[in-house]
């Protein structure tokens, strides 16, 4: 039986706003974050989706998208879902940051960061425990835009380096999980109420 998995990018945050470099810091939802967050909560709504279990990364910023979108403080918080670490270059201006993809694969480890290998490992594992399972059928899980494209690529069938990208706050990833294995569904901005479709090569 096919289980559902919408993973879930946070709301805007005030480094979001400022272009800061945002990874294990954490800032606070601006008010456009919040209204992401409610846009979510009413695409959820209108689709009639409805979820068993809810989980969030511990950060402060993927807790309260979570809380706005389900009205509930009844979720469990992990660190495994949290965002990736580019330590010293926490909190500093992204245009810092070299370019490509091929700098987020190693580059941050010298400078007391994790690596993209990391953060997939750790959140592909987590989210292979939750979805196991037998009760989690339909789970909200918010993460962020990083671990999230980590992840994805460890599932994706196409051509891996059309995911690293900054997606939209808020982005829902709609995955289903059947023996042991994921499979992007859709990807869709509930802010504008469309599907962000991805090139397969």
């Not at 700098?103 to 592909?124: A, C, K």
């Amino acid at each position: 039986m096919k289980k559902k998995l919408y993973l879930m990018r946070h709301g805007e945050t005030l480094f979001n706003q400022l272009k800061k470099v945002q990874g294990a810091c954490d800032s606070p939802l601006t008010e456009n974050g919040i209204q992401q967050a409610l846009r979510a909560k009413s695409y959820f709504k209108e689709t009639g989706i409805h979820f068993d279990h809810l989980y969030a990364s511990t950060q402060e910023r993927a807790c309260d998208t979570l809380e706005l979108v389900t009205d509930s403080k009844n979720y469990q918080r992990l660190k495994e879902l949290k965002e990736m670490n580019f330590g010293s270059f926490e909190g500093e201006q992204q245009f810092l940051q070299p370019e490509g993809k091929a700098y987020f694969e190693s580059f941050y480890l010298q400078f007391g960061g994790e690596s993209t290998l990391d953060v997939q490992r750790r959140v592909t594992q987590a989210l292979h425990h939750i979805m196991s399972q037998e009760d989690h059928q339909k789970v909200l899980a918010v993460s962020h835009n990083g671990a999230c494209v980590s992840f994805l690529q460890s599932v994706w069938s196409g051509d891996e380096h059309v995911l690293v990208r900054p997606f939209p706050n808020c982005t829902i990833f709609d995955l289903t999980y059947e023996n042991d294995r994921f499979q992007l569904e859709d990807i869709i901005d509930p802010v504008t109420n469309q599907r962000i479709v991805l090139p397969t090569a």
